[in-house]
């Protein structure tokens, strides 16, 4: 199951377009007929989904320390364990 097509993956535009088509021109009692597209596809938003979330944790270090030491200031502590 891949997610829904129709919201932006810019890095998987090419395949996206190609598994359409394939959509529009292979006939529905060809189960198998898009397969090769389709892993394509999910190879792709895979990458994509990791591209994103290492970008979403590229400081997740500093955002973890600064929301330990707003802890620790909120309970009077100024050393945790």
């Given at each position: 199951?891949?997610?829904?097509?129709?919201?932006?993956?810019?890095?998987?535009?090419?395949?996206?377009?190609?598994?359409?088509?394939?959509?529009?021109?292979?006939?529905k009692?060809?189960?198998?007929?898009c397969?090769?597209?389709?892993?394509?596809?999910d190879?792709?938003?895979?990458?994509?989904?990791?591209?994103?979330?290492a970008?979403?944790?590229?400081?997740?270090?500093?955002k973890?320390?600064?929301?330990?030491d707003?802890?620790q200031?909120?309970?009077?502590?100024?050393?945790?364990?």
């Amino acid at each position: 199951m891949h997610p829904p097509l129709d919201r932006p993956h810019p890095m998987c535009q090419d395949e996206i377009r190609a598994l359409k088509e394939c959509h529009i021109t292979t006939s529905k009692l060809k189960f198998w007929g898009c397969n090769d597209i389709k892993f394509a596809m999910d190879r792709c938003l895979k990458k994509e989904k990791l591209a994103l979330v290492a970008k979403l944790n590229d400081d997740l270090d500093l955002k973890r320390k600064e929301e330990n030491d707003a802890f620790q200031e909120a309970m009077g502590h100024t050393q945790s364990f």
